[in-house]
T-cell receptor, first 113, second 114 residues
């Protein structure tokens, strides 16, 4: 079955350090891929998306992600994290039909001062 | 442009009752999708409505239903509530169907079933 895996449940990073959150998908064709962020008690905010074309995509808040077909991955990166980046991050995909988004279990990001 | 609006933000119900949640999409968006978020199961797709028609439904029992009105506003109904229905219910809207489009989420309705 098609799925999204976020291997890291929790990640702790020092403020100012770089960040990489992992995401792997299982799907036969090229999916549409997304990263969302959720702050406590809030809905989901779209950080970036990949539909086709350039495999390195830029998003809001200084985030970027790279689609690697050979590794079935879509990892999220940020060169220098800020305390305000502490949140839950979700990777998601859709195959293009009306099936809604399939989400990973999320990665909880903790920022150390 | 106003974002996706969900009402109410919080609800407390008891087992056996029914509940209706409301979602107003971004102006001009015709697709509304609903998701359930729980600590154990994570985010799960409930159903999608487009032009007042249900396009698809996730793996949920028939107690979960919804509808969409001509102005694209959507409601979700859960009948005969169970304790396990306690969750954050998120609504998302997109211009066209959810497939391949960008979905914009509301802040959610937190449902507690006692």
């Amino acid at each position: 079955a098609q799925s999204v895996t976020q291997p890291d449940i929790h990640i702790t990073v020092s403020e100012g350090a770089s960040l990489e959150l992992r995401c792997n998908y299982s799907y036969g064709a090229t999916p549409y891929l997304f990263w969302y962020v959720q702050s406590p008690g809030q809905g989901l905010q779209l950080l970036l998306k990949y539909f086709s074309g350039d495999t390195l995509v830029q998003g809001i808040k200084g985030f970027e992600a790279e689609f690697k077909r050979s590794q079935s991955s879509f990892n999220l990166r940020k060169p220098s994290v800020h305390w305000s980046d502490a949140a839950e991050y979700f990777c998601a995909w859709t195959g293009g039909g009306a099936d809604g988004l399939t989400f990973g279990k999320g990665t909880h990001l903790i920022i150390q001062p | 442009k106003a974002g996706v609006t969900q009402t109410p933000r919080y609800l407390i119900k008891t087992r056996g009752q029914q509940v209706t949640l409301s979602c107003s999409p971004i102006s001009g968006h015709r697709s509304v999708s609903w998701y359930q978020q729980t600590p154990g199961q994570g985010l799960q797709f409930l159903f999608e409505y487009f032009s007042e028609t249900q396009r698809n439904k996730g793996n949920f029992p028939g107690r979960f239903s919804g509808r969409q009105f001509s102005n694209s506003r959507s409601e979700m109904n859960v009948s005969t509530l169970e304790l396990g229905d306690s969750a954050l219910y998120l609504c998302a809207s997109s211009l066209e169907t959810s497939g391949g489009g960008i979905q914009y989420f509301g802040a959610g309705t937190r449902l507690s079933v006692l």
